[in-house]
């Protein structure tokens, strides 16, 4: 299992030496080494208690210019790029010349050196950085760049929100249950929560004596093992067609249409491409200067004209659901028709942790397998076989619409082996949506089958109605005034 290291820091500057602990027996949990250590960060205290493989350090803009507790000089910062990697350069100071001090350690000397540290947008009015812009780009920032970071095996997160500020600790949550809710459909999943106790706090004297002693906790406040957790957002722009197939496929995956999936099954690097173009509108945006603010202090100004939109964020989830099923599925699909074996994989991997969506669709493949293949039944203490639709075709002249390109709807195949709906009433002559839903994608009248290469093989004629509907579908499991989930 993969273990990665998230922790969310503030202003680490101010941060002063104390003793913290790690409790494996508490903590419950695998490949856990107890630890005890001074410090001034809880990282390397959870570097030598877990040893992650990855370790990503998030940190806000807002520490640009940040000279107070630290020997970087102050600098003539005049495009983003330069606010980043001043701030990347001031918080690897304070791990060089801080933290590293006083780890004795060499293992984890060394996963100090090798966290990525990660300038995310902030907020904010300080006397060293002025930073406007909205809240949510730091969510969605984060969203983009841990689904580049996080692994497609099975995985445990830890996140420490010990050092964390304002919105930071709830959004970085936030973020990693969405995507590895995603990561849970095809594999095993724990997101573990760490926060320590308090520094304490108080008149200097008296505080100067009780640090010297004190040891705090690292408390596991939040340990799960996480099922499937679906994307529920669609594109907006409805007027890209690519988009709007690439909505079906979210609502494929979210409500169980397995022939949907295969068809409109998106390529990876077109999603990126969006997002990466998405990226750059964002950044060409921001505006820095260093001028004085409304008191005379002159320090650094950034300026997000331009905010991230809900494609954007539906564009990044996109991307890590199709790294995670890459290894399953991906180079097989897209593809015009699917036969009823592949049908069957895709049910059997992606929906048996969905226990109402599984069965459902399960039962719906079941019936295109024994339809072709036939099926044994038990009556009267006797056994006999019903023969498919493979035993039938070049027998029965009924069947031979099966052998052309064109091929038969489902309705009108089951008519002619005189077969009605599953459900027991009389077939629909026009496809509606619920039925769409109800049958996992396979409609009668939507889903077409032809005989080809001693198979058959279903498929969607009629496309732009299958998108239409899977993204009604979608649209069904959004909040009540259609907002979606951030």
């Not at 791990?95 to 780890?103: C, Y």
């Not at 505006?287 to 950034?302: A, C």
Request: aromatic residues 10%; neutral net charge.
């Amino acid at each position: 299992m993969r273990r990665v290291l998230v922790a969310t820091w503030g202003n680490p500057f101010p941060w002063e030496e104390i003793g913290y602990r790690v409790n494996c027996k508490d903590w419950r949990i695998e490949g856990c080494n107890d630890v005890e250590m001074k410090n001034v960060s809880t990282l390397p205290v959870l570097l030598k208690a877990l040893n992650p493989e990855k370790t990503i350090i998030l940190v806000l803009d807002t520490l640009a210019n940040l000279t107070l507790r630290n020997d970087v000089p102050k600098k003539e910062l005049g495009s983003y790029e330069m606010v980043k990697k001043d701030v990347e350069e001031r918080v690897r100071w304070f791990i060089d010349n801080k933290v590293l001090p006083l780890v004795e350690d060499g293992k984890t000397r060394e996963l100090l050196k090798e966290a990525k540290i990660v300038v995310a947008p902030g907020i904010g009015e300080f006397d060293n950085a002025s930073v406007e812009g909205d809240v949510l780009d730091f969510y969605y920032f984060v969203l983009k760049t841990l689904a580049e970071e996080l692994p497609t095996e099975d995985t445990e997160v830890f996140l420490d929100l010990t050092h964390g500020i304002n919105f930071m600790p709830v959004l970085t949550y936030r973020a990693l249950k969405n995507l590895l809710g995603l990561l849970a459909y095809l594999r095993t999943v724990r997101l573990h929560v760490m926060n320590s106790e308090p520094i304490p706090s108080g008149e200097k004297p008296w505080k100067e004596e009780i640090v010297k002693s004190k040891v705090l906790n690292i408390h596991l406040i939040e340990s799960e093992e996480l099922g499937p957790r679906p994307m529920y957002s669609i594109f907006r722009d409805r007027n890209d067609k690519k988009k709007r197939e690439w909505s079906a496929f979210i609502s494929s995956v979210a409500n169980g249409f397995p022939l949907v999936f295969a068809t409109f099954y998106p390529k990876i690097n077109s999603v990126m491409g969006i997002i990466e173009a998405s990226l750059k509108e964002f950044d060409d945006s921001i505006e820095v200067s260093m001028k004085p603010d409304i008191v005379g202090k002159t320090k650094v100004h950034v300026v997000r004209k331009r905010g991230f939109n809900r494609d954007f964020k539906t564009a990044v989830k996109l991307y890590y659901l199709l790294r995670v099923l890459q290894g399953e599925f991906g180079g097989k699909y897209p593809k015009e028709g699917v036969t009823t074996k592949e049908l069957s994989d895709i049910t059997k991997k992606l929906f048996v942790k969905m226990p109402r969506i599984g069965v459902v669709v399960e039962k719906q493949v079941s019936e295109l397998s024994e339809l072709e293949e036939g099926k044994g039944v038990y009556e009267d203490g006797t056994s006999r076989r019903i023969p498919g639709i493979l035993d039938k075709i070049d027998k029965d002249k009924k069947l031979n619409d099966l052998k052309k390109r064109k091929g038969l709807s489902y309705g009108e195949l089951r008519k002619t082996i005189k077969l009605g709906s599953s459900s027991g009433d009389s077939l629909n002559p026009e496809p509606g949506v619920r039925n769409f839903i109800a049958h996992s994608g396979f409609e009668y009248n939507l889903v077409w089958v032809r005989y080809e290469n001693g198979k058959l093989v279903w498929f969607y004629p009629d496309k732009e109605k299958v998108i239409e509907f899977s993204i009604e579908a979608l649209k069904m499991r959004l909040p009540e005034d259609g907002k979606e989930v951030v």
